[in-house]
Each structure stands twice: as structure tokens, then as C-alpha cells.
């Protein structure tokens, strides 16, 4: 989440914090950028010894952008420079030396909240992370 904020379009501002874990949206404000940080599945992938094994633990960070009056097509183009944004961030790396390496995955979002709001320009950003686990 910490290294989240430093991406310009997710720094907290004047109406609170753009990124957050498991609380929900706020209230729509067109062109205001949210990231949703949640534990995903995990599962162990290798390196079984008696003291160790390698598991593989995803981070789903579920963007959403509130549309204005630019446009669906210009909202989704908004929506994906910042996911992007994301993806270059934890790409291929350590995060704070925590993990031995990260994936990116971005992926469509919750079709569901976007039919509910047509301002709701939702993409999945799933980081998938190899951590060797020791007893």
C-alpha cells in the first residue's frame, strides 16, 4: 500500500486516502483514482524440505476510476495508464526485498460494479510473489 501511494495519481489528497484495503469505495467523484489492496490465495510451488518451501501468494489490488465527461473510451485509457503505472512499479522486483519476485498480471475488473455506475472504470491488478517460507 505504502509503495502505492507514491504512484501521483494515487496520493491522498484534500478528499482522503486513494488507497486502501478491504473497506469499499467512497463515494463517486469523477476523475478521482482508488486502489483496493486484498490478500489473494496462496499455495506452495516447490523447495519442500523439512525446514523450508516456496509459496506463491497473490496481492489483488482492484483499481477504479470515476469517470467524468471525457468519455468511456478516454476514461478506460486513463484507467489503464495508471494500472500501468502499478505494473512498472512492483514488475520484476523485491518489493523492499520481502519476496524473491513479483509478477503482474492486469486484468479486466468487476463488470458488475461498472453496470451499476457507468462511471466505474474498474481493472484488476493481481501481483503474483515467490516467497520462500522457513519454520
Do not use: H
Amino acid at each position: 500500500m505504502t509503495q502505492s501511494k507514491t504512484i501521483t495519481e494515487l496520493a491522498d489528497d484534500a478528499d482522503g486516502a486513494r488507497v486502501f484495503d478491504w473497506r469499499g469505495t467512497n463515494l463517486p467523484i469523477p476523475g478521482r483514482y482508488e486502489l483496493e489492496v486484498k490478500a489473494g490465495p496462496m499455495e506452495v510451488i516447490g523447495g519442500l524440505t523439512s525446514n523450508s518451501t516456496i509459496n506463491e501468494f497473490q496481492i489483488i489490488c482492484d483499481l477504479l476510476y470515476w469517470a467524468d465527461s471525457e468519455g468511456q473510451s478516454a476514461a478506460f485509457d486513463n484507467a489503464l495508464a495508471v494500472a500501468e503505472k502499478v505494473y512498472d512499479q512492483f514488475s520484476l522486483t523485491t518489493i523492499n526485498d520481502l519476496v524473491l519476485k513479483c509478477t503482474v498480471n492486469i486484468a479486466p475488473g468487476d463488470g458488475g460494479l461498472s453496470s451499476k455506475n457507468m462511471l466505474a472504470i474498474p481493472i484488476r491488478i493481481i501481483l503474483r510473489c515467490e516467497k520462500d517460507v522457513r519454520r
